[in-house]
């Protein structure tokens, strides 16, 4: 069965895009750690991370070093943190967290509320500094 993940990338399921290109999407998620929060996946589907090619490994990398330099060209925080989880979606992925203050709480667990508009508006001015 298709992940979530896979669903979105067909667009079965709606999401918030920053950034596509053949083999990568990149997306809010929509419970953020903070503001500008980033999942960047591959278009094809494999549960763990480090399970990947290493080819296809360092393709994915390189394509969400290109997202963070998008979420820090327009977020300016002090730099986007990096997690890879990958307990709840069976689908590899990178948290890109932006970090705004040295105190800021850096993990899943740690939650903002952001509305409709507000991701909208995110997904919009991040995707439009994205240079593939
Ligand atoms: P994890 O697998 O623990 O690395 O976490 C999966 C992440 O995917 C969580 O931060 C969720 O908020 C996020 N997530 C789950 N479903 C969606 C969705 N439909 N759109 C955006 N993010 C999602």
């Known amino acids: ?7 979105i990338i067909e667009r079965e399921i709606p999401s918030y895009k920053i950034a596509e290109d053949d083999r990568h999407y990149a997306f809010l ?3 953020p750690a903070a503001k500008g929060h980033t999942l960047c996946i591959p278009k094809k589907e494999i549960d763990y991370l480090f399970d990947m090619d290493a080819d296809d490994l360092a393709e994915l990398t390189r394509f969400s070093q290109k997202v963070a330099h998008a979420i820090d060209k327009t ?3 002090i730099r986007t943190g990096v997690i890879v989880e990958g307990m709840l ?3 590899a992925h990178i948290h890109l967290i932006p970090i705004f203050k040295e105190s800021q709480d850096f993990s899943l667990g740690k939650k903002v509320e952001l509305g409709d508009t507000e991701m909208l508006n995110l997904a919009r001015r ?3 500094n994205v240079e593939l």
């Open 89 to 91: 979606v069976p689908h």
């Open 126 to 128: 991040i995707s439009k």
């Open 75 to 77: 977020l300016q925080p």
């Open 29 to 31: 998620d929509i419970n």
């Open 1 to 7: 069965m298709a992940t979530i993940f896979s669903k």
